[in-house]
């Protein structure tokens, strides 16, 4: 009686398979890009980082001046740690993106990480050297289990740097990586908890610290 | 490390079976619009030896536009001789018979009758029409002047039973109407689509022609169901017959203005479907009805559900984002977000799998309207477009409560109230 159109269904279904790879396809590319995107960062923010520590070796070993030493690499070194910053939220929001290259963007991570905390004891170093009155703040986070506390301390913290980007001195640290080091600092500041801040190496915070109390224990 | 490589979840699950649904049912209605493209417009021709046409006119209490309808009937450009217009008042508690009557002068019958609803109206309309061709015309619509010269040559194939015509929404003025607006627009393509997969399940109220022996034949229409022209439609298709439309038979006709008004139409119209499709449930996957019973009316069913999905997921990522809100931005501190584009380069890496293909379905559907304004022959296409990305924000939400309305009153089997 009723006809099916069977050619029109086979037709309809090999331009629906093409049409779902090609977006498969593009949000793997997608991927893949986001991937090399953070990659290059990453190798220009070492390359930068290197080439920081080696130029400030090189002055001192010929005895420049100490204190116009001091200001530029304080200056330097505070430009790196906030391109750092930006890379790291750009890691976090690609991760929750990221459907095919997520083993990838872990790997960036722990490089990222590295560098992260290079930069740490390079302006702990500064510090010292250079009497210089920051403020360094170690925030232990999640990225594996729900954790909203961690996500409004970040925001806490981007608050404070725009504030006052010469005064405050963040680095992030995913308490799941799988890094030595990582493991290292949580055991030496014996992080049980997120969120939890170190504040300039000595005092320990556990649980949300709102913007007001920060100021007030940094002032 | 991560082992797993494959990071989807539920929400892109969702997303994957809804796109490939709707990028199928996209592609099937391309193809069979295009095989058939240069027919679109083409109606047959008239026949030799014109029949007799018998216009059937319910009315219950449209004082307010029953004059415009029978003017517009008047205009139309047929043989007088061979054309029958017959009002039949059911029951109206207004001056609707008192404006029907005056149109006897210029040769209209009236019939007046006790409140029965619309297909008892339109049943003893039958009784006494002559015509060979039936036509129905709701009492709140207007008609184009050519629309029967355009209709009649479908009748030529003797296994066409059924014709529509081409549905626009009178002068839409209010937000809702402007709504509506659109879908009728998009429901012209789909139903000439649907006529060429031999697929057409609602012939409309307004200005929908059937032919006499087969009315007859299969015992007119059915009273007391809450969707008469779905009902009567889907018999006709039962019974293996053809169903046909004209885009160039237009019919104006008056919409819901309000969103209470509308939703209550919808919850007939979709509680109509429930019962009709209940009814005819041998139809649905069939491969003895055609195209019918193995894709339209199966599709119909699953994009009701594609709606709820999709609906639930835009209510749970609200709720999600509410949530957020409450306990962190609040928390936080609310600060007003930077808004710099420079910050985001280069911008499409912040798109996931899920985003693109919600794009991809909003470009195909774009694509599909702008087809359907061709049909239609709607020519501002600004108006058409902004309208329609208005639509699709807010329309989905009324037909999910409508439905969900319906379902919910049919399962609880509550009392039909047969309102126009």
Redesign the interface.
Known sequence: MGKVRTHIYLKAALLTLLVFISGVAIGWYLDETRVSFVKSKIDELEVSFSNLALEEEFYRSVATDSKTLCNIYISKANELALQAGKLGSYLESFREISKFGLHNIESLKDRYFILNLQLWLYMRKLREECNYNATTILFFYTSVNKCDDCIAQGIVLDQLKKKDPNKYMIFAIDVDSKLGIVNALKTYFNVTQVPTLIINEKQKLEGFVSKQELEEITK | ??S?????NYW?YVT?AT??IS??AF??YL??YL?NRKKVFKDPPLPKKLPKVSILVPAYNEEKTIAKTLKSLLRLNYPKNLLEIIAINDGSTDNTLKIMKKFEKYGVKVIDKPNGGKASALNAGLKIAKGDIIVCMDADSVVSKNALKHTIGYFNDPKVGAVASSLKVHKPKTFWQKMQFVEYIYNIFLRKVLAF??SVFVVPGPFGLYRRSVLEKLGGWEEGNLTEDMELTMRIQKA?YKVETSLNSIVYTKTPDTFKRLIKQRIRWYRGFLINARKYRELFLN?????????TLPLYIVFIAILFISIASTIYSFYTMAR?FL???L???I?MPEINLNNIDPP??????ST??WL?NIVIYAYIFFISMQMSKERNFIKGFLTYFVQILFYPFVLAVSWLMSIWKEIRGAKIKWER
């Open positions: 490390m991560i797993n490589k494959l990071m989807l892109d994957f796109s490939i990028f199928f592609f099937t193809l069979i095989e997969m031999d293996g491969p003895k009805f055609g195209d019918l019973g193995v894709y957020d306990l962190i931005n928390k936080a501190g600060e499409y890496l912040f798109m996931s799998v693109i293909f991809a």
